[in-house]
């Protein structure tokens, strides 16, 4: 019963009524559902089904979900039933009564009789295929049952069908809006395929664009983010901007790394750096990459990851390894610190302070207390006492 | 302390003439000399530098034993354990979390200190002693005294006069049956059923 979705119960354009039958019940799989006493309307494309006391209550399922049909004679006290077994119901179908089923077929109990017709004439459909040839459309009105026609929206099912609506609406609106996105971005793409064939021409007609002019060309390619073709590092991510980027940094960051206990946090370099700068700020992307050439170019500071993932620079001559001692006689005079009261005894920012406790702990040093209190770090007793 | 057995024995004891060794209900867990990682907090979080955890587990796992051996404890379910004082201290206000419990139990498992009794791993008993050796100081005792070939009833090995001195006197049924079980595989003994219950013969 999960392949059946709501509907108003309006045939679509091009949608055909072929037979209808009252005084049907359904079934998902063995189990009576509630839709115990209904009309069942078969058309060219769809089984419809529409409860005989409330018209508002109607759900349909695609012909083209059925796989093949049987028919159920009559016993004592039961009525004819025709077994409809179904395809999985597909991912964007509209929404129904059920979520989920175990079943993949469905029964239909005619209890006033009709079942006969209905097979001979379900069968053909589904043979025909005819939903094939003429695919549905709009809606149109059936004069059949006038008052099923409008969708009110009463109840639970209207404030789903309202839901729906507005999704489908939302939806729409963002895919036109990135509509124009996507034509800027093939533009850029045309923008940047222009400056590489510039680029190119440049680098074949080296004698006669004078050196100035070539410089400033390049220039401009590396401001839209294009590295230069000619002088193109062969290790990975080093360019020459990153270089230069990368030694400007380590003059900068001499000073205040000492003043820091010789080691920041990479958004605290990222902040400094761009307050210094002013107007040419760095992107963090082109900060990372400049940082990652420090140690390579053998320059005064380096870029450290811890396992959290924490990146931070600090000085060569700082060694973290020695710190953790440090911070090992500190959390043994206190008995235990969480890592706010270690920052603030030694004066360093909370992250670093966590990361050197944490590092303490992985060297054995150190063990934690987890509790609702929070973290605390302890000295290892369980090493070094027997 | 099973009544049942209490006034059979005293019916036996008495036609003896002679006094039972009277077993003393364990007092509670405050007379229990804890170890010092009990009052240390760290004990209760699960380490997670591998060398400590270590060190932590071989404490609690000599904390269980040593517990269950004063306590005489009997089958417990995980619930049951979460709230015994074996695992909550309450004066330093930390538990050792569901997670953390399960993981010292298993390594008791493994150290063959421990048995789960259901499917499900919701109950289990702790076994302070394991089974086979259990065995080897029951079979130590009937070898010691020329016993061999002879038979027994598990109520006489238990609470026996001639066993009074012996440290399984007193022992959990359950724990009885494993123990012969151990000297069954090894051919010491046999378990067999008597008129009134079970019986053991050993070899």
Same mark, same amino acid.
């Given at each position: 019963?999960?392949?059946?979705?709501?509907?108003?119960?309006?045939?679509?354009?091009?949608?055909?009524?072929?037979?209808?039958?009252?005084?049907?019940?359904?079934?998902?799989?063995?189990?009576?559902?509630?839709?115990?006493?209904?009309?069942?309307?078969?058309?060219?494309?769809?089984?419809?089904?529409?409860?005989?006391?409330?018209?508002?209550?109607?759900?349909?399922?695609? =012909?083209?979900?059925?796989?093949?049909?049987?028919?159920?004679?009559?016993?004592?006290?039961?009525?004819?039933?025709?077994?409809?077994?179904?395809?999985?119901?597909?991912?964007?179908?509209?929404?129904?009564?059920?979520?989920?089923?175990?079943?993949?077929?469905?029964?239909?109990?005619?209890?006033?009789?009709?079942?006969?017709?209905?097979?001979?004439?379900?069968?053909?459909?589904?043979?025909?295929?005819?939903?094939?040839?003429?695919?549905?459309?709009?809606?149109?009105?059936?004069?059949?049952?006038?008052?099923?026609?409008?969708?009110?929206?009463?109840?639970?099912?209207?404030?789903?069908?309202?839901?729906?609506?507005?999704?489908?609406?939302?939806?729409?609106?963002?895919?036109?809006?990135?509509?124009?996105?996507?034509?800027?971005?093939?533009?850029?793409?045309?923008?940047?395929?222009?400056?590489?064939?510039?680029?190119?021409?440049?680098?074949?007609?080296?004698?006669?664009?004078?050196?100035?002019?070539?410089?400033?060309?390049?220039?401009?390619?590396?401001?839209?983010?294009?590295? /230069?073709?000619?002088?193109?590092?062969?290790?990975?991510?080093?360019?020459?901007?990153?270089?230069?980027?990368?030694?400007?940094?380590?003059?900068?960051?001499?000073?205040?790394?000492?003043?820091?206990?010789?080691?920041?946090?990479?958004?605290?370099?990222?902040?400094?750096?761009?307050?210094?700068?002013?107007?040419?700020?760095?992107?963090?992307?082109?900060?990372?990459? *400049?940082?990652?050439?420090?140690?390579?170019?053998?320059?005064?500071?380096?870029?450290?990851?811890?396992?959290?993932?924490?990146?931070?620079?600090?000085?060569?001559?700082?060694?973290?390894?020695?710190?953790? *001692?440090?911070?090992?006689?500190?959390?043994?005079?206190?008995?235990?610190?969480?890592?706010?009261?270690?920052?603030?005894?030694?004066?360093?920012?909370?992250?670093?302070?966590?990361?050197?406790?944490?590092?303490?702990?992985?060297?054995?040093?150190?063990?934690?207390?987890?509790?609702?209190?929070?973290?605390?770090?302890?000295?290892?007793?369980?090493?070094?006492?027997? | 302390?099973?009544?049942? @057995?209490?006034?059979?024995?005293?019916?036996?004891?008495?036609?003896?003439? @002679?006094?039972?060794?009277?077993?003393?209900?364990?007092?509670?867990?405050?007379?229990?000399?804890?170890?010092?990682?009990?009052?240390?907090?760290?004990?209760?979080?699960?380490?997670?530098?591998?060398?400590?955890?270590?060190?932590?587990?071989?404490?609690?796992?000599? =904390?269980?034993?040593?517990?269950?051996?004063?306590?005489?404890? &009997?089958?417990?379910?995980?619930?049951?354990?979460?709230?015994?004082?074996?695992?909550? /201290?309450? @004066?330093?206000?930390?538990?050792? &979390?569901?997670?953390?419990?399960?993981?010292?139990?298993?390594?008791?498992?493994?150290?063959?200190?421990?048995?789960? =009794?259901?499917?499900?791993?919701?109950?289990?008993?702790?076994?302070?002693?394991?089974?086979?050796?259990?065995?080897?100081?029951?079979?130590?005792?009937?070898?010691?005294?020329?016993?061999?070939?002879?038979?027994?009833?598990?109520?006489?090995?238990?609470?026996?006069?001639?066993?009074? /001195?012996?440290?399984?006197?007193?022992?959990?049924?359950?724990?009885?049956?494993?123990?012969?079980?151990?000297?069954?595989?090894?051919?010491?003994?046999?378990?067999?059923?008597?008129?009134?219950?079970?019986?053991?013969?050993?070899?």
């Amino acid at each position: 019963m999960d392949r059946f979705s709501w509907t108003s119960g309006l045939l679509e354009l091009g949608e055909t009524l072929v037979l209808q039958q009252r005084g049907v019940r359904l079934y998902d799989g063995e189990d009576k559902v509630k839709f115990d006493s209904g009309v069942l309307l078969l058309s060219t494309h769809r089984l419809i089904w529409r409860d005989q006391k409330n018209h508002e209550c109607c759900i349909a399922i695609p =012909l083209s979900q059925v796989v093949f049909i049987e028919e159920q004679a009559a016993g004592i006290g039961k009525s004819a039933k025709i077994v409809a077994h179904l395809h999985p119901a597909s991912p964007n179908k509209e929404p129904g009564p059920f979520q989920s089923s175990k079943y993949s077929y469905i029964k239909l109990s005619f209890k006033e009789h009709g079942q006969i017709e209905f097979f001979r004439r379900f069968s053909e459909e589904i043979t025909q295929r005819r939903w094939e040839n003429m695919p549905a459309g709009q809606t149109i009105q059936v004069n059949k049952d006038p008052q099923a026609g409008r969708i009110r929206a009463v109840g639970i099912v209207g404030i789903e069908r309202k839901l729906e609506a507005k999704r489908k609406e939302t939806d729409k609106n963002i895919s036109e809006a990135f509509e124009d996105l996507s034509k800027l971005m093939e533009k850029a793409k045309e923008m940047v395929e222009l400056s590489k064939s510039i680029a190119n021409k440049i680098k074949e007609k080296q004698g006669d664009i004078t050196e100035d002019e070539t410089i400033r060309f390049k220039s401009y390619l590396l401001s839209m983010g294009i590295a /230069n073709p000619v002088t193109r590092e062969t290790h990975g991510s080093g360019t020459h901007y990153h270089m230069q980027l990368a030694k400007q940094l380590a003059g900068m960051l001499q000073t205040p790394l000492e003043e820091r206990g010789g080691i920041m946090s990479l958004t605290e370099v990222y902040c400094l750096v761009n307050r210094a700068r002013g107007l040419e700020l760095l992107s963090p992307e082109d900060l990372v990459n *400049a940082c990652k050439m420090l140690e390579p170019l053998k320059l005064p500071l380096r870029l450290q990851i811890f396992d959290s993932g924490v990146m931070v620079i600090e000085l060569q001559s700082h060694n973290e390894e020695e710190m953790v *001692a440090s911070a090992l006689e500190t959390v043994s005079e206190k008995g235990s610190l969480t890592a706010d009261e270690f920052a603030k005894l030694v004066g360093m920012s909370v992250l670093l302070a966590k990361e050197r406790l944490l590092l303490a702990e992985k060297m054995g040093h150190l063990c934690r207390d987890d509790s609702v209190e929070g973290l605390r770090f302890y000295p290892n007793l369980f090493l070094t006492q027997s | 302390m099973g009544s049942g @057995r209490g006034d059979e024995a005293g019916r036996k004891c008495a036609r003896a003439g @002679r006094k039972l060794a009277e077993v003393v209900p364990v007092s509670a867990a405050m007379s229990f000399a804890w170890p010092w990682q009990y009052s240390f907090p760290p004990f209760f979080t699960l380490q997670p530098n591998g060398e400590t955890r270590q060190k932590q587990l071989a404490a609690w796992c000599a =904390l269980a034993l040593a517990y269950s051996r004063r306590q005489r404890l &009997p089958a417990m379910t995980l619930r049951e354990a979460q709230d015994s004082p074996l695992f909550a /201290n309450r @004066r330093l206000q930390r538990k050792l &979390p569901p997670e953390a419990i399960q993981v010292v139990l298993e390594e008791l498992r493994k150290n063959g200190n421990l048995e789960w =009794l259901d499917k499900n791993k919701t109950s289990f008993m702790i076994m302070w002693r394991r089974p086979e050796e259990w065995g080897k100081l029951i079979y130590q005792w009937v070898s010691k005294n020329g016993l061999t070939n002879s038979v027994f009833t598990l109520y006489e090995l238990i609470s026996g006069d001639d066993t009074a /001195n012996e440290e399984f006197h007193g022992l959990d049924e359950a724990m009885l049956l494993r123990a012969l079980q151990a000297l069954q595989q090894e051919h010491k003994a046999e378990i067999i059923t008597l008129d009134d219950g079970r019986g053991v013969k050993f070899f």
